[in-house]
């Protein structure tokens, strides 16, 4: 089945600094989402992107659907403690009708 | 009040037994989800329904079945469980939305239940 590569598996940055992930796939998707999961909670959606080229922005969060619709990246800026946490990206293929999900970005904030 | 409920957020549990998790939504979606998480690692999906006449199996629904009892309302019951369904579980809720000639869905999750078979 399909499958999205997402990296970094983890990471551990200072408070302060930038961040980016992101997750390719050798599938063409139609929607990609970014998810963030704190200990023990559910996923939150961060940020949806339907369009090919959307660059989308909440709060410190940016996010941006591929061109080629077969990638997506989050940038977070200037991180702060509540940051911490494990972030998802999930993509629906084009003609599919449901979610694949990124194995997970753990995210680690030294203060 | 959270629009996707879990009950309930935790149970531990003998091998063997039946254990049923229940899900219930105020979205108003007609789809839900039910996903396993295991430490480290991603979402699996279990089950689906896209309406209360809909079941679908997903990527690991052996040893697991379920029930949609009305639009807000999806469970997920283990038959007899054992221990390696000890994990994280969650279910999740969408709307188809248009696109560009096309559905696309944004899933909304609940808070999880934490089920722990000894």
């Known amino acids: 089945g399909q499958q999205l590569n997402q990296s970094p598996q983890s990471m551990f940055i200072q408070e302060g600094e930038d961040v980016s992930m992101n997750c390719t796939s050798s599938?063409?998707?139609?929607?990609w989402l970014w998810y963030k999961q704190d200990p023990g909670e559910g996923p939150v959606l961060l940020i949806a992107?339907?369009?090919?080229?959307e660059l989308t922005s909440n709060g410190r969060l940016t996010a941006q659907f591929g061109i080629t619709r077969k990638d997506s990246f989050l940038n977070i800026s200037a991180s702060i403690p509540s940051d911490v946490g494990i972030y998802f990206c999930?993509?629906?293929?084009?003609?599919?009708?449901?979610?694949?999900f990124g194995q997970g970005t753990r995210l680690t904030i030294n203060p | 009040d959270a629009d996707v409920t879990q009950t309930p957020r935790n149970r531990i549990t003998k091998t063997g037994k039946r254990i049923m998790l229940e899900c219930s939504q105020t979205?108003?979606?007609?789809?839900m989800y039910w996903y396993r998480q295991d430490p480290g690692l991603g979402l699996q999906l279990i089950y689906y329904?896209?309406?209360?006449?809909?079941?679908n199996k997903g990527e690991i629904s052996d040893g697991y079945s379920v029930s949609r009892q009305a639009q807000a309302k999806f469970s997920l019951s283990l038959e007899s469980a054992i221990p390696n369904q000890t994990a994280l579980y969650f279910c999740?809720?969408?709307?188809?939305?248009?696109?560009?000639?096309?559905?696309?869905?944004?899933?909304?999750f609940g808070p999880g239940t934490r089920l722990t078979v000894l």
């Open positions: 979205k108003g979606h007609d789809r």
């Open positions: 599938s063409i998707f139609n929607t």
């Open positions: 999930a993509g629906q293929v084009k003609g599919a009708q449901k979610l694949v």
């Open positions: 329904s896209f309406d209360v006449k809909d079941i």
């Open positions: 999740a809720t969408s709307d188809p939305r248009p696109g560009t000639g096309e559905t696309t869905d944004t899933q909304y």
């Open positions: 992107l339907y369009k090919a080229g």
